[in-house]
């Protein structure tokens, strides 16, 4: 197989293939030092930690990754504490961003004798409805390499060139723009004791711990506001007043970005001998924090198809794979707009208006009330297999 793209699901997918004696080659258009240093936010949930745990790799993917306890509520500053494991039946996420288990993933993969080429760029499929397709590219040097194989793995995220090698009438799209945005802010600033998800009238924020002294913030923002319009001392006013805090400590800001909030949906993830996996065939909203999970789920499903196929002769789960990861895939979809809707109607009201206001927090209310309601949260925060 061809993998094409080094992030989560490219690696976890070689990683996998190659416990499984199945040769991989992975192609990457950046180098290894962009990769490992490209900054993502990141939790495993439980059933993304089962995957590694699985196939062997939690020594090397999980080691030293702490498990939630609970997450913080906090609505017009009055505290209200979630047992996500307790609640999940024991079931822990693991609290590890994103560069961590690219690193880890692509450790394991190259000192274990797996085949990684980056600055390859140009990369060009060729003949995926066929039995043998070829997938060409150029190294660092300019040359042309091609190789052939017998299946592609298109992992190279949503703008890649993978999904754009299958027919446009060979698949449907599904998008949808959620009409708000977020401004994500990195600081050197005390972490939170629990990922914290406060409401208010000010608008949504949230805070969650990036080791002991540094601290990721999360800022509902208008979807025409640009970096610029948030210069650091409107961040800590805004954080103080959403996180109903007035002595927030503030630290220095050493990454400020945009997150869109998109949803994007393939339909189906195969064409011939190419399968989407990971953002390269779903976007998800960082509400609930499903994006990375979505990719490994992908990742592990397509393993799992390719060794019964090419191991045991039965192309049942290959044919399926599809079908299998796109009811994950809407799921979890649910999942991230209706806790979106719930934490983001609930504070301010100006866009949405008080009745849906009152409608998201007689949800936020239900979580605390109503054991099945707030089994269920956390069983969807903890994954579904």
């Not at 060139?161 to 600081?187: C, E, N």
């Not at 600033?189 to 406060?198: D, I, S, V």
């Not at 993830?269 to 998800?284: K, Q």
Request: glycine residues 10%; hydrophobic residues 40%; aromatic residues 8%.
């Amino acid at each position: 197989m061809v993998i094409v793209g080094a992030g989560p699901a490219g690696l976890t997918l070689a990683n996998l293939l190659r416990r499984s004696g199945l040769n991989c080659v992975v192609l990457e258009k950046q180098s290894r030092s962009y990769v490992e240093r490209r900054q993502r936010a990141g939790i495993l949930d439980h059933h993304s930690a089962s995957i590694f745990e699985e196939w062997g790799l939690a020594d090397q993917v999980l080691a030293g990754a702490p498990s939630d306890t609970v997450i913080e509520i906090r609505v017009d500053g009055v505290p209200r504490y979630f047992d996500v494991p307790g609640l999940a039946g024991g079931k822990h996420s693991r609290l590890l961003p994103q560069q961590f288990v690219v690193q880890r993933l692509l450790d394991a993969y190259v000192d274990g004798g797996g085949d990684l080429r980056t600055d390859a760029s140009d990369v060009t499929l060729h003949g995926i409805d066929g039995d043998r397709p070829v997938v060409t590219y150029r190294d660092a040097a300019g040359a042309e390499r091609r190789v052939s194989c017998e299946y592609v793995a298109g992992c190279d995220g949503h703008h890649g060139v993978t999904r754009q090698s299958m027919p446009k009438d060979a698949f449907t799209t599904y998008s949808y723009d959620h009409g708000i945005g977020w401004i994500t802010v990195l600081a050197d600033a005390p972490a939170p004791r629990y990922p914290l998800f406060a409401v208010s009238q000010h608008g949504f924020a949230a805070q969650f711990p990036r080791g002991p002294r540094a601290s990721r913030y999360y800022l509902q923002r208008p979807p025409s506001d640009a970096v610029t319009d948030w210069p650091d001392h409107r961040v800590w006013k805004q954080l103080r007043a959403r996180l109903g805090d007035p002595d927030l400590p503030a630290g220095p800001i050493t990454e400020k970005a945009l997150v869109e909030m998109r949803s994007f949906v393939v339909d189906p993830m195969s064409y011939g001998r190419l399968h989407l996996v990971g953002d390269a065939a779903h976007i998800i909203t960082p509400m609930g924090g499903k994006g990375m999970n979505l990719a490994l789920a992908d990742a592990d499903a397509l393993a799992k198809a390719l060794v019964a196929a090419l191991k045991d002769g039965d192309g049942a789960a290959l044919r399926s794979y599809s079908a299998t990861c796109l009811r994950r895939t809407w799921d979890y979809q649910e999942f991230s707009r209706w806790m979106q809707e719930m934490m983001h109607d609930a504070g301010d009201d100006t866009v949405t208006g008080p009745f849906r206001r009152e409608l998201a927090r007689a949800r936020l209310d239900r979580l605390f009330t109503s054991p099945a309601a707030a089994t269920l949260f956390a069983t969807m925060m903890a994954g579904t297999n």
